[in-house]
């Protein structure tokens, strides 16, 4: 074993016993570094490939993309709606009436991300029920009986649409249309309401993400250390593949409209502090934000945890920033023209 003269054996030439086991080493270190290299970019490759298969999840496990149900099999008063978006995709909607005559608030209902508009319908139901309400409800594109494939673009393009046609319809009060969204489709309805503060009267948002940049860090834990949204520390060197960002913080204040923050603490999917971050970057440039928790509240069930504190909640809401708006509006009119919506 050669050794330079006054230097502990650790740093013997290499061609020695102690240079064998670094050797070793490097190259234990090295395949060890390739291999999770290798993974890495495995995994990025198929984030690439695939991110819209895991933001977009028309068809759940064991069930096919049809509707199970209708609003009619529950004996509710519907239309079916049929819309094509900007860019020629066919849509399929429901317009839920409380009652025929009911000219009353609105609610324009953006789903979450997995399953399509029928599985939305007990839910629905409820709400006609406690806010005798009429209710939109849009599949997105690639979503139900709708054609072509979901991307942020395309959905956003599809909300717009349905925003339209509600605009132009005459058996509705227009000025009285409020925007619904949870999950995914709180992303999608604060697009909707930003860019179009003359047709969208209110906002709410149920358990929705800051932005799906955020999320992916939450979902797939390692990539937090390359993808990021504005509220996240480090490189977010990877952003850039990502298409379908839904940076829902950037768009809350840019809100000009009343927006009500509906947040159940026990989500699953969606961590809390995601709304909590909403609503501060809404609040700092919009005076008219509520936010109100529901403790028991899962990502899902929210509405149905929270029960008539959650639906008074909403309702209180739509009074005092839809509602009595519209009654100043049409104070003029006679009252026998009235809608037999409740107000």
């Known amino acids: ?29 090295s395949l060890l570094s390739y291999g999770i290299g290798g993974i890495v ?28 149900i209708t609003p009619g099999r529950l004996r509710l008063l519907f239309e079916d709606v049929w819309l094509t978006s900007s860019d020629g995709v066919r849509l399929h ?16 209902f953006f789903q979450e991300n997995a399953g399509n508009i029928a599985h939305r319908l007990e839910m629905v139901r409820i709400m006609l029920q406690k806010l005798h309400c009429n209710v939109f409800m849009l599949s997105y594109r ?17 909300a717009q649409a349905a925003l339209d046609h509600l605009s ?28 179009n503060p003359d047709k ?60 009500l923050f509906l947040s159940g603490l026990r989500d699953e999917m969606v961590p809390p502090f995601h709304m909590e971050m909403l609503y501060a970057k809404a609040a700092a440039h919009n005076k008219k934000c509520i936010f109100v928790d529901f403790p028991t509240g899962m990502h899902m069930d929210t509405w149905l945890a929270g029960g008539d504190h959650y639906w008074k909640t909403v309702g209180t809401f739509l009074q005092q920033n839809v509602l009595e708006k519209g009654d100043e509006s049409h104070h003029n009119k006679n009252d026998s023209e009235s809608s037999d919506c409740a107000r």
Request: a positive charge.
């Open 41 to 68: 970019v495995a995994g990025m490759a198929l984030l690439v490939a695939f991110q819209e298969k895991l933001v977009y999840v028309p068809v759940l496990p064991g069930l096919t993309k049809s509707y199970p």
């Open 142 to 158: 690639g979503y139900g009986a709708s054609d072509g494939y979901p991307s942020q673009q395309g959905i956003t393009r599809d």
């Open 1 to 29: 074993m050669k050794c330079n003269q006054g230097r502990e054996p650790s740093f013997c030439s290499t061609d020695g016993l102690f240079g064998e086991r670094e050797r070793e080493m490097v190259s234990y270190m």
């Open 168 to 195: 132009q319809r005459t058996d509705i009060d227009t000025s009285q249309i409020i925007v619904f969204g949870r999950s995914l489709g709180g992303a999608v309805g604060a697009v909707v309401t930003r860019n």
């Open 93 to 108: 909607s429901w317009l839920i009436k409380f009652s025929p005559d009911c000219t009353g608030p609105t609610i324009l």
């Open 200 to 259: 969208v009267a209110a906002l709410i948002l149920e358990n929705t993400f800051t932005s799906i940049l955020d999320m992916a860090g939450v979902l797939l834990p390692f990539l937090k250390w390359f993808i990021g949204g504005s509220t996240s520390k480090g490189p977010k060197i990877l952003n850039f593949v990502v298409r379908s960002p839904w940076s829902t913080i950037d768009v809350v204040g840019q809100i000009k409209q009343p927006i």
